[in-house]
């Protein structure tokens, strides 16, 4: 039988009148009736709110009957860079442990509240002496290898409970006990007095810390059950939050809410990566460009955005119309090659593509068209495009740009496991995907040629000199659309450039004049 190496060692810091040692001697009904190993001891605070008692827990997972006359050896008090789970019952002391080296990256799990119940200290100064909560927020961010931080204490006044239930609650919810939830839910009704209260205070403990970190928000099936911004404000550390719901209201107006699902997906990889160094601009702007990448401009989209209703108000209000007014709109489109091919799917895009390029017809197939979406027929005729959306997903414009957006997500999250700094210009090279028709295909030929050369390619091994590089190639790709700039960012770290664009050179005749004109 292979027995666990070490003991799982638990400290829990709360204040006076909050119930920690309640809290400790759960956790410790519920270990003894695991039949596991376990031993605590408390260390007694100071008053007037200048440190909390902590209570230290050792439970070693694995049962008595089984090992026989062998015992595992555990120590007394906790030390610094060995505990594996860090309770604390308000934010300071969160800060307090951090600052002893209790919270460390590679070992510690911080579940602490995010409210405050400021000190003496803080009190007794004659302006604004509170601790700013935000450093600690991004310490704990930092420093711990998890972090599970929210308002336990409005939990608790919600449930009618003190907020030790909520603290075991989300205890057993992170997943570091080796105990089940009903393992842990026995110990509360075993005590009898409060316990209903109690239980209703650890399941709400419970299911926030069960999705408060990356990837914990439960199965596929219960992910599809929540909508965008249920599984941001679950999942989702708090600086990002604005940013992804914004992102995933977006890809669900462009699709469905499974396409938003996926958009969040895609990121939860991205925010495992992102130490939160700079207040998870790496996922912030990951999340930006995703979201305007994914919902790209094609036909289907551009039909809907003009015929909703309120484009047809935000119109009536800018030309100022009165009610009795009538306003006619006029759409003055030019659809080409490349917005046809977009809609078909690919086994007929590639071949049309092909014929089109070799007959010299590529540049010669728009059409100019008037589409007065105001009368009956052109409003038809738009909506039908639109309706047009469910099959987006088997068109050739979708499999292009699903293929490359993994591309770049799979070279940001490679990057952000070596570099924070490296990771950060290639997610901001998504800027350059951008608008419709020429437009997106000049930014998207800069994009795959820095991802290609700078990103993904060999020619600059070092990071730091890979950063800088990528940084001025995508500065100067903005900075000039026909890409001379960008080639000649890249030729100075020994990238052969590629060669102008030819342009067609179109001659008109010039028109005589009257005075020239032959009789």
Not at 89 to 118: C, K, P, W
Not at 192 to 209: I, M, N, T, Y
Not at 270 to 279: F, S
């Amino acid at each position: 039988m292979t027995l666990p190496e070490r003991p799982i060692t638990i400290l829990i810091a709360a204040l006076g009148g909050e119930g920690g040692g309640v809290l400790a001697d759960w956790v410790i009904a519920a270990a003894t009736a695991r039949d596991y190993p376990v031993q605590s001891t408390s260390i007694p605070g100071v008053a007037q709110r200048t440190g909390a008692t902590t209570y230290y827990v050792e439970i070693y997972p694995a049962k008595i009957s089984e090992l026989g006359a062998r015992r595992p050896v555990m120590t007394l008090t906790p030390a610094p860079s060995y505990v594996d789970v860090m309770v604390a019952s308000e934010l300071l002391e969160a800060g307090r442990a951090m600052q002893n080296g209790f919270v460390t990256r590679d070992r510690t799990t911080l579940i602490a509240s995010t409210h405050r119940i400021y000190t003496v200290a803080e009190k007794m100064q004659m302006g604004d002496g509170r601790f700013d909560s935000e450093v600690v927020l991004k310490a704990a961010r930092a420093l711990a290898k998890r972090a599970i931080l929210f308002d336990m204490q409005a939990q608790a006044s919600a449930a009618g409970t003190v907020i030790s239930a909520v603290m075991f609650g989300a205890l057993a919810g992170s997943g570091t006990l080796p105990l089940s939830r009903a393992d842990c839910e026995s110990a509360i009704r075993a005590g009898g007095k409060g316990a209903e209260a109690s239980l209703k205070g650890f399941a709400a403990g419970f299911d926030a810390a069960a999705g408060s970190a990356p990837g914990k928000t439960g199965t596929p099936a219960e992910k599809k059950r929540l909508s965008g911004s249920e599984r941001v404000r679950q999942t989702f550390p708090e600086e990002t939050r604005a940013m992804l719901e914004e992102g995933a209201a977006r890809c669900a107006g462009f699709q469905d809410r499974g396409y938003a699902s996926l958009y969040l997906d895609r990121l939860e990889q991205i925010v495992n990566l992102d130490h939160a160094a700079d207040g998870y601009k790496i996922s912030n702007e990951t999340g930006r460009f995703l979201a305007l990448w994914m919902c790209y401009e094609d036909v289907i989209r551009v039909a809907d955005l003009k015929t909703r209703r309120s484009r047809f108000e935000r119109v009536r209000e800018e030309v100022q119309a009165k009610l009795h007014e009538p306003v006619h709109i006029v759409e003055f489109l030019k659809p080409g090659l490349d917005e046809l091919t977009a809609v078909l799917p690919r086994f007929l895009a590639r071949p049309l593509k092909a014929l089109a390029e070799a007959s010299g017809l590529a540049r010669k197939l728009n059409v100019g068209m008037h589409v007065k979406t105001t009368s009956v027929s052109g409003f038809l005729l738009l909506r039908l495009l639109a309706l047009l959306r469910p099959l987006r997903r088997f068109t050739s414009r979708w499999d292009e740009e699903q293929i490359l957006i993994g591309r770049w997500l799979v070279a940001i999250a490679a990057a952000a496991k070596r570099d924070a700094g490296l990771a950060l210009e290639i997610a901001l090279c998504g800027r350059l995907i951008k608008g419709y028709g020429e437009t997106h295909q000049r930014g998207k030929g800069s994009f795959l040629r820095i991802l290609d050369t700078l990103v993904e390619g060999d020619a600059l091994p070092d990071d730091r000199a890979r950063i800088e590089a990528i940084r001025q190639a995508r500065e100067a790709a903005l900075a000039d659309p026909e890409g001379r700039k960008l080639e000649l960012s890249l030729e100075t770290h020994g990238i052969a450039p590629l060669p102008p664009r030819p342009k067609p050179v179109k001659f008109m005749r010039r028109p005589q004049s009257e005075n020239h004109r032959v009789v």
